[in-house]
């Protein structure tokens, strides 16, 4: 029943990702997010029972429904971030998508590979099993991508401007303004005053936030 259940799962968000008639950026952004995030999972799960050399496909389950959720959590914060009327875009250091989770995904691969490659490398230096020199090799190859990509996504990539960095960048949290007129809700400032403390005299200063600006122009 639990098999079939996840089954059912699987063809639900293959359906929403690869249904030609979706056409709306929030289903596709959901729809991708949920597709990667459940792959990675079942890869991540993968690879723990790489490194614990277990056979146990509890581990592989878990994976898979943590990724699930993960690819949740990044298609409601692409969605969030998302400007209207944008076509949603990121570009990390070795891959460009349409989707936070294609680069965390990729990033996975990467390591894999190149793990698997290093492990092999010092299977036959080391005259060592070459299939446990793939497995451990990939399996904690994979672990490092998954922590680059992280890196590469939230710290590196360039993306679509979105809310948060329009709101670090703004003079106010909210305005209104005409060509001679401005009015500034929540306004971040600097306050600047003598301090005559003692014998010493010298300028302090002090943030503060106007609650509301007015600017008139003559």
């Known amino acids: ?39 990675l999972g079942a890869s991540l799960g993968i690879a723990t029972m790489g490194l614990q050399n277990d056979s146990n496909l509890r581990t592989f389950q878990i ?16 969605t969030a971030t998302l400007p209207q009327g944008q ?18 995904l990729m ?3 990467y390591g894999a590979a190149l793990g698997a490659a290093v492990g092999s490398a010092f299977a036959l230096i080391g005259n060592n099993s070459f299939v446990k020199g ?7 190859g994979a672990w490092a ?10 710290a ?16 106010s949290l909210f305005k209104i303004a005409n060509e001679d007129l401005s009015i500034r809700f929540l306004e971040p400032d ?16 002090e943030p503060a936030i106007n609650l509301i600006s007015l600017r008139k122009s003559f």
């Not at 793939?134 to 904690?140: E, H, K, L, P």
């Not at 991508?145 to 939230?154: A, E, Y």
């Not at 600097?190 to 005299?201: K, M, Q, T």
């Open 190 to 205: 600097l306050i600047a005053y003598r301090n005559l403390s003692g014998e010493r005299l010298s300028v302090e200063v």
């Open 107 to 109: 990033d996975t691969m």
């Open 134 to 140: 793939v497995q451990y090799g990939a399996s904690a």
């Open 1 to 39: 029943m639990k098999k079939n259940f996840i089954s059912l799962i699987i063809i639900f968000i293959l359906n929403i990702h690869f249904t030609g008639n979706i056409h709306a950026q929030g289903a596709e952004l959901i729809g991708g997010n949920l597709l990667n995030g459940a792959i």
């Open 63 to 78: 994976g898979l429904g943590a990724g699930i959720l993960a690819g949740t959590g990044l298609a409601i914060y692409d």
């Open 87 to 104: 076509q949603f875009f990121i570009s990390g250091v070795f891959n460009d998508g349409r989707n936070s989770s294609i680069i965390i």
């Open 145 to 154: 991508g998954f922590g680059f990509g992280l890196v590469d996504t939230f």
């Open 156 to 171: 590196i990539a360039e993306r679509n401007r979105d809310f948060l960095s329009e709101l670090i960048n703004r003079d």
